[in-house]
């Protein structure tokens, strides 16, 4: 059953905050103002719409093919070569869209000179001791130890504040204000796990989209809000604990509980103490891409039931 | 503040739920959807609520949309006198959603109480309009087939709630351009868009009138056609 992926029906499991953020990034963060705080409102009135108008999809396309079209149309963009598009899965193209668009930003930030880069961690860095650990602490709850340990460059960019330092370290503003918002959402959606995953790679998008397609506004923003579902909606996290989507959340905890205690750093540390830094750095992620992955199957189980109970009936239908 | 400067407190009340209803016009359409397709109603609601959509989304209302928020105003009132009606059809079934959408059902017997005083004759005028809703035709469907067909409904919420979005509801923007609204504007408007819509019906009519012999002529070159059939090429439904 593949009721999880970059499809209309998945827009709503996002939370509304999350929806709002490419709302801004499609409507301009006036404009969104005055736009009613309802996923209907966001995924029907605002984001399909604009899908359908930039995306190319063909005239009384639905909903669904709206969106893979746009999500082709961007990966086509970010350099995604495939010789039978039609072909491809969905799922598929949206795992290379995420890598090519990595690969972009992280080729963008090498190109930045040494001095600029160190200025870049910097700000990062004072940023972080300013209030990242207390957010962290509030994204991840226990995970938070973990992500700390980790110190990888990820978690700088799961703050708010560390993107604005970024980009006043950058010395741009353009088109950055754009994309900030939709980081604010990947911070709290993915929480600074799924930062540390995606990397270096999405601190510029913003950057190489404007650089890249200066002028072309609609395919900018295209792009941003493509993007910005892609790593909003996430890996499937039923696929990446190899669960069945009706799987119950007792055994979902199960299988968590024994990827930790196979897995986890420490113990990893204390029996295999000489286990080469890159491989305990591979297993570090795979730890807190379990925890992800528990974490958002949770909340997507609380969600459904009944928690919520201002969304209609595509969101329901998820059931 | 406005009874200092000697506005009556009713119009003051007024236009403060005018304004209530305004913020809540997107919540307010998808109860709307919801009724529309809501198997425990009988048609006759149903189809009132899809009607009652099509006039929000889709006709030229009583007071035009391109007239910033005061061009909300009969939307909103034709809204509230339509869930009236259709909780007159359906009072048991009505109560589920009193209770799920407490923001659009909120103090509701006194926000048509309200109505009554406020708009005095126009009320029956605009709840004679109400009552042809469920009978208007929209897009080449009656409000009846649309409520049965879960595919045009479907298609009625997103340009529903495209058409929400893009209304951009501002809060302090709806209080500051009903604010300097004086209240006979509102009730001129809605007037004005009543005479306009009996001119309307009456232009309707001649043309159909006119059309029925034609139509009769292409009933007999097209045999089995029905009358729908030859009416969804044409387009006197006023869209």
Known sequence: ?319 | MAEAQGIPKQEKNFFEWIQEWILSLPIDLKVLLEISGDSEMGIPARSLAVGTLAYVVYFADLIPDKIPVLGLIDDVIVIRLSLEVIRGLEPERMKYYEEKYPTTFARFAEAIEVLKSALGLIYDALMALVEKLKSRRFKGHTAEEAARSEEVREEMFDEAMEYVANLNLNPDVVHKALLEAPSHQVINLLTSGLEEEDKREIREAEVAKRLEAPKAMFRKLLKGKTDEEIDEGGSSNGL
């Open chain 1, 1 to 319: 059953m593949s009721c999880y992926g970059f499809n209309f029906r998945a827009l709503y499991y996002l939370d509304i905050e999350e929806l709002f953020e490419v709302v801004k990034v499609i409507r301009g963060d006036e404009d969104a103002a005055g736009i009613a705080p309802d996923k209907d409102v966001y995924i029907r009135g605002v984001i399909i719409p604009f899908f359908r108008k930039i995306g190319k999809a063909p005239k009384g396309a639905n909903k669904d093919t709206v969106m893979r079209c746009a999500l082709v149309r961007v990966a086509k963009r970010l350099g995604v070569k495939y010789d039978n598009w039609d072909e491809a899965g969905t799922d598929e193209i949206v795992q290379a869209t995420r890598r090519a668009f990595e690969d972009a930003l992280r080729k963008r930030i090498q190109k930045l000179s040494e001095e600029e880069r160190q200025k870049l961690y910097s700000e990062a860095r004072k940023e972080l001791a300013k209030g990242a650990t207390g957010l962290g602490v509030s994204l991840v709850g226990g995970g938070a130890v973990l992500v700390g340990e980790m110190s990888g460059f990820g978690i700088y960019l799961a703050t708010t504040t560390g993107l604005k330092a970024l980009s006043l370290a950058l010395g741009t503003t353009f088109g950055w204000g754009v994309y900030q918002g939709a980081a604010t959402v990947l911070g709290i959606i993915l929480g600074p796990i799924g930062w540390t995953i995606a990397g270096v790679g999405i601190v510029a998008t913003g950057i190489v989209a404007v650089g890249k397609w200066f002028g072309a506004k609609d395919d900018t923003k295209l792009t941003l809000a493509v993007i910005g579902l892609i790593l909003a909606l996430g890996e499937n996290p039923f696929a990446f604990l190899g669960l069945p989507f009706d799987v119950s959340m007792d055994e979902v905890k199960r299988v968590r509980n024994a990827v930790m205690k196979a897995i986890h750093p420490d113990v990893l540390r204390t029996l295999l103490p000489d286990l080469p830094p890159w491989m305990v750095s591979e297993f570090d992620t795979l730890v807190l891409r379990t925890q992800e992955a528990y974490e958002r199957i949770q909340r997507m189980r609380e969600e459904t039931n009944g928690r919520s109970t201002g969304n209609t009936k595509a969101g329901k239908e998820l059931l």
